[in-house]
């Protein structure tokens, strides 16, 4: 465990080198991409479609930047066996440290966009609160195993499945707009309301939510998604754990 352990923070350690290496305004693009989404959308929605929601650009923020951070880690991870395929034949370690690693880098370039957040917050009126000291580490610890529970599944599938990436892509793309990221949750239609049961990322977002907009937290949605969490998680470990052996001999 210990040797994992380290290994993790290795691979962290160069993920976090090389990502931005020789790009000009290095760790600032984490914050960028989610802030120019926010722009168009906020163009799009606010000033064309004239939507009423209010402050709807702090509801950008709050929905883009922890969702850049899920969508990054599962399109990250579908490839993140073969992209090491080199490492996977000449080097016994375990593999899951990669997955880790990945899932750990994804989760740093959200921890450089709270700042960002933070001015938003503010800028609407929102203070930190008591309920911070429990809501900030459930929602962290909720959207990482989430996140390495499909990235596990993901990386593992695509091993053996190489269409799996396009797919990812395809099923990221429409969670997108079935999750409340651009729009607030209380708006979804009662009777369409189930849908979002289905949908594990629909309560981490009501999370975030709960944190930096002081909402009202919906506990039967985030009883779902933390359902969701453990679901994938154990999904994702015993995927892993039955088809590790053959790695070396389909990469």
Known sequence: MEHARDLVIVLLQKELKVRYQATVLGYFWSVLQPLA????????????LKNNVEDYP????????????????????SGIFLANRSLLKRVAFP???LVL???LNEMTHFFFCLP????FMLWYGHRPTAEWLYLLPAAFGLQIITAIGLMLIVATANMFFRDMERLVGLAMML????????????????????????????????????????????LWLTASSAAWGVLLLAGGTILYNRLKWRFAEVV
């Open 37 to 48: 989404m926010a722009m168009v959308f906020l163009f799009a929605f606010k000033i064309v």
């Open 58 to 77: 702090l509801v950008l923020i709050t929905g883009l930047f922890p969702w850049q951070w899920m969508s990054n880690s599962v399109n990250v991870g």
């Open 95 to 97: 593999r899951f440290t």
């Open 101 to 103: 690693a990945a899932a």
């Open 116 to 119: 960002v957040i933070g001015v």
């Open 175 to 218: 969670a997108f707009y079935l999750t409340p990221i651009i729009y607030p949750s209380d708006i979804v239609p009662e009777n369409m309301r189930w849908i979002m049961y289905l949908n594990p990322f629909a309560g981490i977002t009501g999370m975030w939510r709960a944190v930096f907009q002081n909402r009202p937290l919906d």
